[in-house]
């Protein structure tokens, strides 16, 4: 086994000092990951673990493989067969023990971070900034992989397992980026070629993130990498065709396992209300990357905003995307940088409705791994010009310092339900689904009046959504259904009985409405004949 190593570390162009160095900074990454997080590790399974995993049977074997990889629907593990397996090596490992689970993630974001390093080192002593970073290529890219390492709008990655999903596609984004970039460079390219192709492969078939990735890929090539010679040039069309050809995997998923309850464009949710919604938790994804508190682990559900409703958002976003075409042209690594953030954004955070989970801070994971390996060489360099490019490992040091005190804290959110929730309430006091959690963390407690308390207003805050909501709704009988159903739950029961009258205005034959209304007005003491069911 260990002479089949060294020869592949040899045709690939690794050396054995390399592995060591990498092997070393992996070691060092998991300590990091685990002094900082370590107090989550315990903490129990929240939100979508309970449904993905816990409850999830198809996960509680290894076999037969068929069962794994064809997930229930609308689960987050649905159509995305490389995250299922992995989850289900962690329950082969322990069970539900979140403390595996957990673990797992830490060592994934770990990985990330390595190839992270990779990425950022090989670019900067790549032909188009050498000239600028190759002396000082090494600690830059170290830097860089340690602010995204312990940045806090990574914790949720690494705390919340379900969020598994987007470290999982992340690291072979990155392995598919860095494997392109060794490629290009060794002198034995094709089985970097084919590892880039595998990786992409399995990133389509962990989350639709991927999409972006064949597309990034290109784009860093030309812009750092130049001219192909002609020996590159059949390099570059056979790994940009084998990128392309791994599309045909995200494809076959979507089309066969679809996450219909969740995403797509039959909901009630239009193109233009998602794409305004994106226009208000975009710019607090941004306030999270230079002040990261506030943190959540549940957006809620899309908002009825219209694009007027948000303006300045919006005019933001466009700014942004406009600066980084320009600086594509004019400034070529920042404006990869940003196209790239907008490319990996644009599946959760355009007009592709999510209509289960308006933002997470999750998405933000790759785009917070491409603004830390722009953030750092750009301020080394600034500080370089002016002589003090000693002074650049001081500011790393205490902003890494101060990140990492933030991050663990979040943690210790991590591993205490009620705290973690409270946490989401007091960001979002209008999020009734977070009220829901906390008053059910708080029942499990046996905290029962403060449980009670929370439901209540958790059951306010959801009448005031579906009021909001009523107007765009396309089946509006079924929304004034649901929207009764919870004016009964509330204990409002003329409103109900009204609502179950406007519903039986548009369909007299809805049998549920028809006996819901009667019993309602039974119970109000009304005369007159309100309809029987059949």
Known sequence: MFALLRRLAQYSGVSGAGIGRSLLRTLLFLALVAGIYGRALPGPFVFDDQTAIVENESLHGLWPLSRVFAQPPDLTTSGRPVVALSFALDYAAAGADPRVFRATNFAIHALCALLLAGIVRRTLVGPRLADRFAASAEPIALAAALLFLVHPLASEV?????????????????????????ASASERPWIWVAFAIACSVL???????????????????????????????????????????????????????????????????????????????????????????????????????????????????????????????????????????????????????????????????????????????????????????????????????????????????????IRLWRADVAAAPGNARARYNLSGALRRAGRESEAREERAAAVRGEIDFYSRILPFQPDRARALGDLAAIHVVAGELARAEQLYGELLEIDPSDASALRMRARLRAHLGLSGDAGAAP
């Open 158 to 182: 690494v705390c919340y397992v379900s969020a598994r999903t987007e470290s999982l596609v992340a690291l072979f984004y990155l392995a598919t980026l860095y494997g392109s970039i060794r």
């Open 203 to 417: 990133g389509m078939a962990s989350k639709e993130v991927m999409v972006s990735a064949p597309l990034v890929v290109a784009l860093h090539d030309v812009v750092f990498l130049g001219p192909a010679d002609a020996r590159r040039r059949r390099v570059r069309i056979a790994l940009w065709s084998g990128l392309a050809a791994s599309w045909a995997v995200l494809g076959f998923l979507i089309a066969t396992q679809p996450r219909t309850e969740s995403a797509g464009f039959a909901l009630w949710v239009t193109p233009l209300v998602y794409l305004a919604n994106q226009c208000s938790v975009l710019p607090s994804y941004l306030r999270l990357l230079f002040w990261p508190t506030g943190l959540r682990i549940d957006y809620g559900l899309p908002q009825p905003l219209a694009l007027g409703d948000v303006r300045a958002g919006a005019a933001l976003l466009v700014g942004l995307f406009a600066l980084s075409l320009y600086a594509l042209r004019r400034w070529p690594a920042a404006g990869f940088v940003g196209v790239a953030c907008f490319a990996i954004l644009a599946p959760s955070s355009s007009i592709v409705p999510i209509v289960s989970e308006v933002g997470a801070e999750r998405r933000m994971y790759l785009p917070l791994a491409a603004m830390s390996a722009l953030a750092v060489p750009l301020v080394w360099l600034g500080l370089a010009r002016v002589g003090r490019a000693w002074l650049g490992w001081i500011v790393v040091s205490a902003a890494a310092l101060a990140l990492a005190l933030v991050s663990a804290d979040r943690a210790g959110d991590h591993a205490d339900e």
